[in-house]
């Protein structure tokens, strides 16, 4: 499969507040609604940041431990358990594109999403696809440490100093997942470059994981390749160019597909994301109250 026709921009990586970045990819979503280019893009955590699952009780995290480690806090649309996205450890991406030119199942429509990102792997060298069987969970509000699931969790294969729970040596790699709004699918997702295991469970209130079993859980990329985030960034671009196109590296691509290489956002979208973080992301009403427990 390849991606849907039309219009695209690819917006490079930028470091940016995590509130700003999640205002950002639901803007991208109103703009492919509203007729606009649909976008690909990747980002950057600045400063790092931990993002709650869209139901995700906010007593599971460690507010005072997010606070005195200067760890931003916002909540994603998506659902889910919390991540943190390290500044320097996690690579994300997103795609915003008319949900009439996508499955509207939502496991064939993510497939097709995380295209790119299986090429991104395979473009560094990596061994990466979804996890063959399920490996249970370890604990439920932790995005990469709940339940592996051969439909949509992506792991790596690479040496692991323990038992990586029944999965041969795979390890989670990427956490994706998509939202739809106003006749737009958005799907994000964090492919992880390095991992810090004490900050990764330091965010959340005592989890029952030692830190040996988090690494026996999730790898980074630069744990099972000689690769510098600059190159990992670029594989993530390369792939999203590629998979847009229909084309190998540097061709011309489809017809009826015009993709901008150096898109940027234009002021009204910008005007607009400040609008969504003040109202919603950076807002403790959202942040810190599951959506069922507001007034």
């Not at 358990?81 to 500044?87: A, V």
């Not at 737009?184 to 079993?213: K, N, Y």
């Not at 597909?257 to 992301?281: I, M, N, P, T």
């Amino acid at each position: 499969m390849t991606a849907p026709t039309g219009n695209w921009r690819l917006i490079r990586e930028e470091a940016r507040p995590g509130p700003m970045q999640m205002a950002l990819d639901e803007v991208a979503a109103e703009t492919a609604a509203a007729g606009g280019p649909a976008t690909v893009r990747t980002y950057r955590w600045e400063p790092s940041c931990l993002t709650l699952g869209y139901r995700q009780d906010p007593e599971t995290v460690d507010w005072s431990f997010c606070e005195r480690e200067g760890i931003d806090a916002t909540r994603r649309q998506t659902g889910g358990g919390g991540i943190y996205h390290d500044s320097r450890g996690d690579v994300a991406y997103s795609i915003a594109v008319p949900a009439a030119d996508v499955p509207g199942e939502l496991l064939d429509c993510y497939h097709l999403l995380c295209e790119p990102v299986l090429d991104a792997f395979d473009r560094l060298g990596i061994d990466a696809d979804y996890v063959e069987e399920s490996v249970p969970e370890l604990y439920r509000p932790a995005c990469y440490l709940r339940e592996l699931h051969p439909a949509h969790d992506v792991v790596a294969t690479g040496p692991t100093g323990g038992d990586a729970g029944g999965a041969a040596g795979a390890r989670k790699t990427a956490g994706n997942a998509q939202y739809r709004k106003r006749d737009a699918v958005i799907q994000h997702g964090s492919l992880t470059f390095s991992v810090d295991t004490e900050r990764h469970l330091g965010v959340f209130d005592d989890p029952p994981v030692a830190p040996d079993e988090f690494r026996e859980r999730v790898v980074g990329m630069a744990d099972l390749v000689d690769v510098d985030r600059g190159d990992a960034v670029a594989a993530v671009e390369a792939a999203l160019v590629a998979w847009v196109l229909g084309a190998a590296d540097g061709a011309a691509g489809r017809d009826g597909v015009a993709l901008d290489r150096d898109g940027s956002w234009s002021s009204a979208e910008l005007a607009r994301a400040e609008e969504l973080v003040e109202a919603k992301y950076r807002d403790d009403g959202w942040v810190r109250t599951r959506p069922g427990d507001r007034s």
